[in-house]
């Protein structure tokens, strides 16, 4: 079996962060968050990197990730363009968002031959998540006709943020912490310890407990998922056209999803106990730098991080 590798979402950058001139360091040395998953991820067993970013972001990318990593880790690039689609179908009129999150992954198909895990390029997931998805996907192969996946969740409590509501994936497992189904919460708040969503912008509200497992997109696969979300995209892509052709979007977990329903496939539900940070609202810088300071002065990050 081929050493698991990492596929890095970063195609969305360039639009959150002006052409990525304007990421904002979080270490004291001018680090990203990025940085402190490439060193959580190689220190894990990781030995290669797939970032999938867009075309016209790519020496900028280079120029303000790439490049350096590639120093410490073999560093591979894939491409996600509206125009990859399979024959046969075209990019609507007026059509300028991606399409989603499972189309950045089979972005990656050509130049990922074994098991990877996917990860945002902007969360901050910890040591821990690192080491459970590496010495899963290294010791866990296809069994005869079911997928052996794996996702690492998160309790919610670990995940939220003071600053304003964030979406998140509710995971419900069986006893034998087997994934069931994930759905996606997309204005989630904190309450307290615990934390509450709505479906209605705010009319009514519904509590979570801070201990609900939740996913922040960090998956493991074997390589059958390339196979299995390219042969559904068309499927999706005649729904999508027809039904919300400007924004439809193939998401990661609904491919998931069906291969659960059709018992294809099974996904192990990892646990880390990490906090994550991310930066959704500029409120949330000082926390994740003051968190990261905290974490260097602990001695889990060394102050330079590469020495390069």
């Known amino acids: 079996m081929n050493k698991p590798v990492l596929v890095v979402m970063a195609a969305g950058m360039g639009s959150r962060y002006g052409g990525l001139k304007q990421i904002d360091p979080v270490g004291n040395h001018n680090q990203l968050i990025i ?75 050509k130049v990922v031959d074994g098991p990877f895990a996917v990860v945002n390029a902007d969360d901050y997931y910890g040591p821990e998540a690192f080491r459970e998805i590496y010495q899963y996907l290294e010791s866990h192969s296809d069994q005869e006709g079911c997928y052996e996946f794996a996702m690492v969740g998160y309790r919610l409590g670990n995940t939220v943020t003071e600053h304003g509501h964030v979406a998140r994936g509710v995971c419900e497992e069986d006893e034998n912490n087997y994934l069931i189904r994930v759905t996606e919460r997309t204005k989630i708040e904190k309450d307290g310890d615990n934390a509450r969503f709505t479906e209605d912008d705010g009319k009514t509200w519904t509590p979570l407990s ?99």
């Open 210 to 308: 801070g201990d609900t497992i939740v996913s922040m997109n960090l998956w493991g696969f074997t390589r059958s998922f390339l196979t299995e979300a390219d042969q559904r995209f068309p499927a999706f892509l005649d729904k999508a056209l027809q039904e919300n052709p400007i924004k439809g979007e193939y998401f990661l977990p609904s491919v998931v999803t069906q291969l659960l329903e059709e018992k294809k496939a099974r996904v192990k539900v990892l646990r880390s106990s990490d906090k994550w940070y991310g930066v959704t609202y500029k409120e949330d810088k000082p926390v994740v730098v003051a968190a990261i300071a905290e974490k260097t002065a602990s001695g889990l990050y060394p102050d330079k991080l590469w020495e390069v």
């Open 35 to 109: 940085d402190y998953s490439i060193y959580d991820a190689r220190r894990a067993g990781f030995e290669t990197v797939v970032f999938v970013i867009k075309h016209e972001i790519e020496d900028t990318f280079k120029a303000a990730i790439g490049d350096r990593l590639s120093k410490v880790i073999n560093v591979k690039y894939a491409f996600q363009e509206l125009t990859d689609l399979p024959a046969g179908y075209t990019v609507p009129e007026g059509r300028v968002k991606p399409w989603g999150t499972c189309h950045a992954i089979l972005a990656a198909r």
